[in-house]
């Protein structure tokens, strides 16, 4: 791939978790149970915490993914390493999809 490509795809990266991660920030203040609490009891509400816990394996896939860019631009896309990767995204997904 291009090197235009990838840092395309890099910037991309980085919008869709900086927008999620400004949804996590602004959603529990909108959430139902949770309409009407002062910010000290909005994040200790239990289903808070537990959607920032399962937001983590997200956040590591992206990383991952922005780690697998890497190693295109360095033309490694077929090295251990890329694989390792690979691996480490899909745990991350199937850790995402067990806590949802």
Same mark, same amino acid.
């Given at each position: ?10 910037? !991309?990266? *980085?919008?869709i @978790?900086?927008?999620? +991660? ?11 149970? %949770? ?24 956040? !590591?896939? *992206?990383?991952? @993914?922005?780690?697998? +860019? ?11 390493? %890329?694989?390792?990767?690979?691996r ?13």
């Amino acid at each position: 791939m291009k090197k235009g490509s990838t840092l395309f795809l890099k910037v !991309v990266l *980085v919008l869709i @978790a900086i927008s999620v +991660l400004a949804g996590l920030a602004w959603f529990p203040q909108t959430e139902g149970r %949770a309409a009407h609490l002062d910010l000290l009891s909005i994040y200790t509400d239990p289903f808070i915490i537990y959607m920032y816990i399962a937001s983590l394996p997200f956040f !590591v896939g *992206v990383y991952q @993914a922005f780690k697998l +860019l890497n190693f295109i631009d360095a033309n490694r896309a077929f090295s251990q390493g %890329a694989v390792n990767t690979l691996r480490n995204m899909k745990f991350a997904s199937l850790v995402l999809i067990g806590l949802l």
